[in-house]
Each structure stands twice: as structure tokens, then as C-alpha cells.
DNA sequence: CGATTTCGAGAGCAGTGCTCTCGCTCGAGA
DNA sequence: TCTCGAGCGAGAGCACTGCTCTCGAAATCG
């Protein structure tokens, strides 16, 4: 429908100003000169939009990704794994509540529901696409597990990527956390007076995550 | 004050159920058994009782930290950083609204204020301490900087660490990130049915997290 | 004792999410 | 062609929010 997606936008808009908690459906309605309960035709309820919104995020975010993936996919698979990084990195700069949405501080009294969860995978299932590219050519995994993680390990790459040694899946899925604290310190403002080159420190961390996918020991 | 503690603790026990969004002046003065003007004389707006909250948020955090920090003074250096970890997830996942509070998506239209920095830096100073001990006893630095990296390096070195080198600092900067976006996907849920034995999955993380900072090559 | 400060109560304002009812419009079936 | 129903928006209203203002009681100080 035309209505939904304009209410959408409006709502992003809202969004991009003032941040999710304050995201007021009155507001909306009226900036879109209707009346608030006009507004339950398209959404049940707020969370209901909140949730529309975290979808497109996650898909946006995703697309992008994605492009920068397909546009690397000449490169080593180091290259591309970097330019992954900074696309999602400049992806979150840019919509900085966006971001928040779906990557802070779960909205209370929310729970995303399960329609979240294809469009939240994208970027995983992609990172995962890298590393598989990258043990195929190089073929040597991380330091073994110690057993304590042994199980979990390889229920994860059962899981995940059936193809892949298990030290290669946990280390991934590190590494994908790892990424996500570095750009959320970023976005959420921890390196302000700490981190001032926030380009280079990123690229040189994101690298060193890829060397510690792969590098031997 | 008697009253400013009382109220910071029941607004405390509202953010665990309700989380930070939903923390109602009202609510609070109404358990209290007072009217919700009356807590206008102690707090003069509900940013301002959230700051204290914040500020309280990480004193507390900062105290488990270096509890467990000085329980770990004989051990080695990596088995303190672990321990420190591993008091730093095990506050967050006791009281993740508290957590996300500090480190989850900054609530909009507020931003911090300065009376917070010295409550949210002692995490810091305690790794930079940790990472100091640990230099001192290997003497070894990680890998060598790209050069583009160097200035911002120097730069950390000298605000945070004017007697460690800076490839050390700045992967001590990257690590304590990396550390946070552990713990934050799974306060924030993002390792549902990702990840299931957490424990022995950060464990191992944060391990691997040292072994980053101190590791030649 | 008197004056002043401190504190809580109460009313009230503007805003919120959400529900309910009521008309209008438009398109498909008889 | 007429009718009926579904879809849609308006409006009023409820319970709630943060916040301001005024007023009266109590406690403290000179």
C-alpha cells in the first residue's frame, strides 16, 4: 500500500531526529495531516510500526552489505571481508537511530518478533559466505578449542555452516560481535576524547578481526 | 539525602521490569507514597534522575570490576583481564536494563553529561592497568601499526598510557570495544539461538582478546 | 517567638498511545 | 442501476505521561 510506506518514511524521518522513544504516532499523523486513530488502519499499534521500521533497517542494512560484498567479489577474501566492515560501519554513521533500532538497547515491553529474523540474518549469512571463501583458499583454521567449548562449537557450525571446522564458526561468530562493539562504541558515542581517527582505527581493527579468523595459531 | 537514595531505588527496581523507556516519574512518587510534584524537588526532570541512575550504574560496575580485579592481584596478568571480563558480563547479564542504560543506544533528546566521566572511565583505567602489568612482564607489542595509524596511535598513547607503546594501547582500545560488543549481543539477545553455551563461549573470547593484545606477531 | 526556608499536596497544561463510534466513499454483486 | 458492505478517516474520549505553579504545613534558624 501507498499509506503504509508513507507513514513509514515519516516515521524514519521522526526517527532520524529525535530517536525511537520519541517517535510519537500523533506526530506523525499530523505531519502527514491525518488523524492519529487514521493511523490503526496501517498499524496496530506503535510497536507494530516499530517493528516495520526494524525490518526495513535490517534489510537496508543488508542490501548494503550485500552491494559492497558483490562489488568486492574480485578481491582476496580479505579485501572483501573489509569492505564489508566499513559498509556496514558507514551504513550505521549515517542512520545513526536506525541503527540503535535494531543493534542497541532492545526497546522495552518489545520483542522483535520472529518476522524479524530473515531480514537479521543478511549480514551474518554474508560474513559467513566470506569466511568459507576464505578457508577454501587457505584452508588453516584458528588455535583449537579448548574442550570445554568443544560441544557448543560444533553445534554451532552444524548450525551455521556445516561445511566449516568449528574453530572457524566460533571464531566467526566472535569476530561478528567483535565488529558490532567496535562500530556501536563508535555510533554511541564511547570514543568521543578517546578514538579521534575513528577511519583508520576502525580499518586497522576490522583487519586484524580477519587476521584472526584465519592466521595460523 | 535519605529521599534521593529511596527514589533512585525504586526507580532502580522499575528499570529492571520495566526498562528505562518506561521509567515513570509518576509511578515512582506514586509507590513511594508521594504525588509526582514532590519528586520535582529532588530531581529537577526525569533526565536528571536518570543521569544519577547512570552515574550509580557505572560506580557499580566499576566496583565489581575492580573487586574482581584485586581478588586476581597474584594471579597472572591474562587470567586478571579474564577475570575482569568475566565480572563486567556477569553485572550485565544481572542487570541488563542497568547495562543498556550505559552502554546500549543513548537515550534520545539527553546526552550525557560531563559529571559521568570519571564514573564511566574506571573500567578503563582497570584494563589499562591490566594490559600495563602485562607489557611489563612480556615486553612484547602486537603487530606492528599500518602507517596511516600512527599519529591517532601516538595520540591514544600519550592521553591513556604515556609509558605503554602504541600499537599496545591502541589494541587495548580495540579490545575493551570488542569486549562490549561480546557481552552486548548477549544482553541484547542477539546471540538467541546463535549462540547457547554462553559461558564457555566468552570465556573463551575474552581469552582470545588477550592473547590479542600480547601476542608477538 | 517570629521569620524563613523546606517540603509535600493539589490542580492544571500539553502531550501521549489507544479505543470506540460514526459517517463518508467507492466498488462489486444482484 | 441500485444496494450493500468493506475500507477509511474524523472526532471524542480514557488513562496515562512530564512538568509547572501555587498554596499550606512543618521545621529550622536568628
Redesign the pocket.
Known amino acids: ?1 501507498e ?1 503504509t510506506a508513507a507513514i513509514k518514511d515519516e516515521a524514519r524521518r521522526q526517527l532520524a531526529a529525535e530517536g525511537a522513544a520519541r ?5 506523525v ?1 499530523r505531519e502527514l ?6 493511523l ?3 498499524f ?4 507494530d510500526l516499530l517493528t516495520g521500521l526494524i525490518i526495513d533497517a535490517y534489510d537496508s542494512l543488508g542490501e548494503t552489505a550485500e552491494a559492497a560484498a558483490a562489488e568486492a567479489v574480485d578481491a582476496t577474501w580479505a579485501q572483501r571481508w573489509l569492505a564489508v566492515c566499513e559498509a556496514v560501519r558507514g551504513w550505521a554513521l549515517a542512520r545513526p537511530h536506525e541503527y540503535a533500532l535494531i543493534y542497541g538497547s532492545p526497546v522495552p515491553g518489545y520483542s522483535a518478533p520472529e518476522t524479524t529474523i530473515p531480514a537479521a540474518s543478511r549480514v551474518g549469512l554474508l560474513l559467513i559466505d566470506i569466511v568459507r571463501d576464505a578457508y577454501r583458499q587457505r584452508g588453516n583454521a584458528p588455535a583449537p578449542l579448548p574442550a570445554e567449548l568443544e560441544p557448543e562449537a560444533r553445534r554451532m557450525a552444524a548450525d551455521l555452516a556445516p561445511d566449516l571446522p568449528p574453530e572457524v564458526v566460533t571464531a566467526m561468530v566472535a569476530a561478528w560481535a567483535q565488529l558490532y562493539g567496535l562500530i556501536g562504541f563508535e555510533v554511541f558515542g564511547q570514543f568521543n576524547k578517546v578514538v579521534e581517527d575513528r577511519e583508520a582505527f576502525f580499518r586497522h581493527a576490522a583487519a586484524r578481526l580477519a587476521h584472526g579468523l584465519m592466521a595460523p595459531r
Open positions: 500500500m499509506v517517535l510519537s504516532l500523533r506526530a499523523a495531516g491525518m488523524v492519529s486513530s487514521a490503526y488502519r496501517y496496530p499499534s506503535r510497536d
